[in-house]
């Protein structure tokens, strides 16, 4: 079978695969641009960069494709709103908005006729998330997503999770996209995902283990040699979040060691308000740079199945191509038992 397409505003996505944002230049123009040119939903991490680095990576994103490309940003972030103007300014093709929730940034989306997708964990934000202004996409992240995490099981796979939201969002008349999140990574997911009855799924970890990703080598080593992943309080949001659990928690740095500064990067950050954590944009950026024993590694749920850095494009064929045999199974689920017989 061949996958349904995706729409997002008054563009198509060919394929319901959105690439998820991944922020602190994890997911930066190259690796948008090449999943919207393979036919998915190209995200750029809008978080913990500034809006003029935000901006020029928008306009390097359009310089190499016409497809899809959008930005994830964290209502959590202190710079939220400037980054949301950038999103305006730019027109970029939709907006995802994640940890944290507020009706104003949807609001303005609509009345700039931007698509705002929100991502949600519960069936509780099912109930907010689809009587708000402006959200016409909606993202359900399981716990076996990497990063940040929602849901009040913080370990609760997809395959629980997204039922019942996408129950109690079409109950609340809900009528857009729902995509499912978490620990999706083979053909086989995607499938299931849909005939869970999601309109797409959004991908993470396997979209950065790419060679567009913007992640240094050593990041990457480190997601594909990782034989799994915990959830733990990494991050001075106060929120669980799914990492590789770092060598020694104490490599972490902390503000006011040399060359770590605070940059206000979160509204509120158990660090900077409370004196209680390592830094996070600093552990962050370390592993983006490459010094992953003094950083923090998000991953999802299933890295320790993921065994090689691939080009996007190998990522997307190994999605889209239906695999030997899969036509007559769907065939046979129809009623044609002979040809199922025959595999
Ligand atoms: C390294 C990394 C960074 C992430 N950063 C963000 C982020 O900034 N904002 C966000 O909403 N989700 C973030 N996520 C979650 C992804 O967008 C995606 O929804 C999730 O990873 C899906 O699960 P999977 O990795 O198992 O495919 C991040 C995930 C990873 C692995």
């Known amino acids: 079978m061949s996958l349904p397409s995706l729409r997002v505003g008054d563009k198509t996505a060919r394929f319901c695969i959105i690439q998820g944002g991944m922020s602190v230049r994890i997911s930066l123009h190259k690796l948008a641009a090449a999943v919207a040119r393979e036919g998915g939903v190209g995200t750029i991490g809008g978080m913990g960069i500034p809006p003029a680095e935000l901006r020029r990576e928008i306009q390097a994103a359009r310089a190499l494709t016409d497809g899809v490309v959008g930005v994830n940003l964290m209502y959590a972030g202190y710079l939220f709103d400037r980054l949301l103007d950038v999103c305006i300014e730019e027109r970029v093709d939709y907006v995802a908005i994640g940890a944290g929730f507020a009706r104003g940034p949807f609001k303005r989306l609509a009345e700039a006729g931007i698509p705002g997708f929100c991502i949600i964990s519960s069936v509780k934000a099912a109930r907010i998330a689809s009587r708000t202004e402006g959200v016409v996409g909606i993202v359900v992240e399981s716990g076996q997503a990497g ?57 993470g970890t396997r979209f950065a283990v790419t060679e567009e990703c913007a992640a240094s080598d050593a990041m990457k080593a480190a997601w594909v040699a990782a034989t799994g992943s915990q959830v733990e309080y990494w991050s001075p949001t106060g929120m669980a979040s799914r990492a590789i659990v770092p060598h020694i928690e104490d490599m972490l740095p902390l503000v006011g060691e040399p060359g770590v500064h605070c940059t206000d990067c979160l509204k509120y950050c158990l660090h900077r308000d409370e004196k209680k954590s390592h830094c996070i944009y600093n552990a962050l950026t370390n592993a983006q740079r490459g010094n992953v024993e003094r950083g923090l590694v998000f991953c999802g749920g299933r890295v320790g199945e993921i065994h090689e850095v691939l080009p996007v494009a190998e990522v997307f064929r190994q999605l889209v191509t239906p695999a030997v045999g899969e036509e007559l199974l769907a065939i046979g689920a129809h009623g044609g038992a002979e040809e199922v017989a025959a595999l």
Request: proline share 9%; hydrophobic share 40%; aromatic share 8%.
């Open 147 to 203: 990063g940040h995490l929602g849901p009040e099981d913080p370990e609760i796979s997809t395959w629980d999770l997204f039922p019942p939201v996408r129950t109690a969002l079409r109950e609340y008349g809900f009528k857009g996209p729902i995509i499912a999140a978490g620990g999706i990574l083979t053909r086989q997911d995607v499938l299931r995902a849909l005939a869970m009855g999601a309109d797409g799924v959004q991908i």
